[in-house]
Protein backbone atom coordinates (compact mmCIF):
# COMPACT_ATOMS: atom_id res chain seq x y z
CA UNK A 1 0.00 0.00 0.00
CA UNK A 2 2.84 2.20 0.74
CA UNK A 3 4.19 1.81 -2.82
CA UNK A 4 0.83 2.22 -4.23
CA UNK A 5 1.19 5.74 -2.32
CA UNK A 6 4.63 6.66 -2.62
CA UNK A 7 5.63 5.88 -6.59
CA UNK A 8 2.42 8.43 -7.98
CA UNK A 9 3.20 10.50 -4.98
CA UNK A 10 6.32 11.42 -5.32
CA UNK A 11 6.43 11.70 -9.58
CA UNK A 12 3.55 14.56 -8.77
CA UNK A 13 5.57 15.97 -5.95
CA UNK A 14 8.38 16.79 -8.40
CA UNK A 15 6.93 17.28 -11.16
CA UNK A 16 4.29 19.98 -10.13
CA UNK A 17 7.20 21.48 -8.43
CA UNK A 18 9.44 22.13 -11.37
CA UNK A 19 6.69 22.66 -13.58
CA UNK A 20 5.53 25.10 -11.30
CA UNK A 21 8.77 26.44 -10.60
CA UNK A 22 9.45 26.98 -14.65
CA UNK A 23 5.80 28.56 -14.72
CA UNK A 24 6.91 31.14 -12.25
CA UNK A 25 10.16 32.70 -13.43
CA UNK A 26 10.52 35.67 -14.49
CA UNK A 27 11.67 36.40 -17.84
CA UNK A 28 14.37 39.14 -16.47
CA UNK A 29 16.98 38.56 -13.93
CA UNK A 30 14.74 37.85 -10.34
CA UNK A 31 16.08 39.41 -6.82
CA UNK A 32 16.23 37.37 -3.70
CA UNK A 33 12.86 37.90 -2.81
CA UNK A 34 11.06 37.16 -6.25
CA UNK A 35 13.20 33.60 -5.96
CA UNK A 36 12.10 33.19 -2.74
CA UNK A 37 8.23 33.55 -3.54
CA UNK A 38 8.42 31.62 -6.55
CA UNK A 39 9.73 28.63 -4.68
CA UNK A 40 7.72 29.00 -1.86
CA UNK A 41 4.33 29.54 -4.20
CA UNK A 42 5.93 26.58 -6.46
CA UNK A 43 6.35 23.92 -3.02
CA UNK A 44 3.10 24.71 -1.43
CA UNK A 45 1.19 24.07 -4.70
CA UNK A 46 3.31 20.61 -5.39
CA UNK A 47 2.65 19.49 -1.72
CA UNK A 48 -0.97 20.35 -1.97
CA UNK A 49 -1.88 19.06 -5.30
CA UNK A 50 0.33 15.54 -4.39
CA UNK A 51 -1.58 14.58 -1.60
CA UNK A 52 -4.80 15.64 -3.21
CA UNK A 53 -3.73 12.91 -5.74
CA UNK A 54 -2.72 10.05 -3.82
CA UNK A 55 -5.03 10.94 -0.60
CA UNK A 56 -7.42 8.03 -1.24
CA UNK A 57 -4.90 5.75 -1.23
CA UNK A 58 -3.08 6.93 1.92
CA UNK A 59 -6.62 6.51 3.61
CA UNK A 60 -6.55 2.87 3.04
CA UNK A 61 -3.31 2.81 3.76
CA UNK A 62 -3.64 4.26 7.53
CA UNK A 63 -6.95 1.97 7.78
CA UNK A 64 -4.98 -0.97 6.96
CA UNK A 65 -1.80 0.04 8.85
CA UNK A 66 -3.70 0.63 12.23
CA UNK A 67 -5.78 -2.10 12.55
CA UNK A 68 -5.67 -4.00 15.44
CA UNK A 69 -4.46 -7.85 15.11
CA UNK A 70 -5.80 -9.16 17.78
CA UNK A 71 -8.11 -11.86 17.69
CA UNK A 72 -8.20 -11.30 13.68
CA UNK A 73 -7.56 -8.27 11.36
CA UNK A 74 -10.54 -6.08 10.47
CA UNK A 75 -9.46 -6.02 6.85
CA UNK A 76 -7.84 -8.91 5.15
CA UNK A 77 -5.82 -6.54 1.98
CA UNK A 78 -6.64 -4.14 0.28
CA UNK A 79 -9.85 -4.59 -1.44
CA UNK A 80 -11.33 -6.25 1.57
CA UNK A 81 -10.40 -3.09 3.45
CA UNK A 82 -11.77 -0.89 0.25
CA UNK A 83 -15.32 -2.90 0.23
CA UNK A 84 -16.45 -2.97 3.55
CA UNK A 85 -14.96 0.93 4.28
CA UNK A 86 -17.15 1.61 1.18
CA UNK A 87 -20.09 -0.39 2.23
CA UNK A 88 -20.28 1.03 5.95
CA UNK A 89 -19.55 4.47 4.75
CA UNK A 90 -19.70 5.36 1.55
CA UNK A 91 -17.22 6.01 -1.19
CA UNK A 92 -16.62 9.99 0.73
CA UNK A 93 -14.85 8.21 3.43
CA UNK A 94 -11.56 8.30 0.96
CA UNK A 95 -11.45 12.03 1.07
CA UNK A 96 -11.96 12.58 4.75
CA UNK A 97 -9.42 15.03 6.24
CA UNK A 98 -8.51 16.05 2.75
CA UNK A 99 -9.05 19.63 3.20
CA UNK A 100 -6.96 19.76 6.46
CA UNK A 101 -4.27 17.59 4.94
CA UNK A 102 -4.12 20.13 1.80
CA UNK A 103 -4.27 23.48 4.02
CA UNK A 104 -1.19 21.20 6.02
CA UNK A 105 0.58 20.96 3.00
CA UNK A 106 0.83 24.24 1.54
CA UNK A 107 3.37 26.06 4.33
CA UNK A 108 5.17 22.31 5.04
CA UNK A 109 6.13 22.12 1.29
CA UNK A 110 7.08 25.62 0.91
CA UNK A 111 9.66 25.41 3.84
CA UNK A 112 10.87 22.09 2.35
CA UNK A 113 11.53 23.88 -1.13
CA UNK A 114 13.17 26.69 0.68
CA UNK A 115 15.12 24.85 2.47
CA UNK A 116 15.91 22.64 -0.62
CA UNK A 117 16.78 25.38 -2.37
CA UNK A 118 19.27 27.02 0.05
CA UNK A 119 21.04 24.06 0.84
CA UNK A 120 21.26 23.21 -2.94
CA UNK A 121 23.17 26.58 -3.32
CA UNK A 122 24.98 26.53 -0.38
CA UNK A 123 26.49 23.35 -1.18
CA UNK A 124 26.80 24.49 -5.11
CA UNK A 125 29.05 27.66 -3.58
CA UNK A 126 30.78 25.24 -1.52
CA UNK A 127 31.99 23.20 -3.98
CA UNK A 128 33.24 26.68 -6.53
CA UNK A 129 34.81 27.55 -3.37
CA UNK A 130 36.69 24.21 -3.15
CA UNK A 131 37.42 23.92 -6.86
CA UNK A 132 39.35 27.18 -7.13
CA UNK A 133 41.10 26.91 -3.97
Not at 57 to 62: E, G, H, I, P, S
Not at 90 to 112: M, Y
Amino acid sequence: MTVLREIPGCGVYFWCYEWLNRMLMKPEPEDHFDKMLRITIAGGFAGSISWASIYPFDVLKTRLQTQPDVPSPRYNGIVDCFRKSVKAEGPRFLFKGLTTTIVRAFPVNSVTFLVYEYTLSLLSSLERTVITT
